[in-house]
């Protein structure tokens, strides 16, 4: 129900419709050539709801993993837990998406990507990542006050109403509906 995107425009997309938690491990995937599983599990079945092909997906992780790893590692290490989301190996299971709950109670550890911001990041560096996507100093006080009342998802929701510069009337829930409602308002 997604509409889909293709690796050649995946940056811009991601830049102006990913909510923070994935932009954020998209970032780091393209800085550091990898992420760990829990990231790598968050991003890429966030990737495969919005559409990314089994086909796009290999090519798009092993472009950047073979920075870091070689190819061939990548075809013996990883390539196998990315056709196994897609429910391609194993028991089959087509694993969905994890909604914003699931993400906000996720633990992650030093190294890791993964998780929500609004949660998991430091006031500091929370207020560095929204000012780079354009939220004003205004509306950052406000993103801010929902944080600090353990809102996060109201956090989020009125990030995505600063950047878009709409109202999000159903609120943010899920990863994939804010990429929805934002694709619906800028394409
Ligand atoms: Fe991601 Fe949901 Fe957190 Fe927003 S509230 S950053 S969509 S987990």
């Not at 086909?55 to 837990?81: C, Q």
């Not at 996720?106 to 354009?134: I, Q, W």
């Amino acid at each position: 129900e997604y509409a889909e995107i293709s690796l050649k425009d995946i940056d811009q997309v991601a830049k102006r419709s990913f909510p923070l938690c994935m932009h954020h491990l998209f970032e780091k995937l393209r800085e550091d050539h990898h992420l760990k599983y829990g990231g790598r599990m968050q991003l890429g079945l966030f990737l495969k709801g919005v559409g990314l092909k089994l086909d796009d997906a290999l090519a798009f992780w092993k472009a950047e993993f073979s920075i870091k790893v070689g190819p061939e590692r990548f075809d013996k290490e990883y390539a196998y837990s990315i056709r196994h989301s897609f429910g391609k190996e194993g028991k089959r299971v087509d694993y969905t998406p994890y909604s914003c709950q699931k993400v906000i109670s996720s633990t992650p550890g030093v190294g890791d990507h993964h998780g929500c911001p609004y949660r998991h990041f430091s006031e500091e560096n929370l207020r560095a990542s929204l000012s780079k996507m354009g939220v004003s100093n205004r509306a950052m006080e406000d993103v801010m006050e929902k944080v600090r009342n353990k809102h996060y998802q109201l956090a989020c929701t009125l990030t995505f109403e600063a950047i878009h510069g709409s109202s999000c009337d159903s609120g943010i829930n899920h990863p994939n509906q804010y990429f929805a409602e934002s694709r619906k308002i800028l394409l």
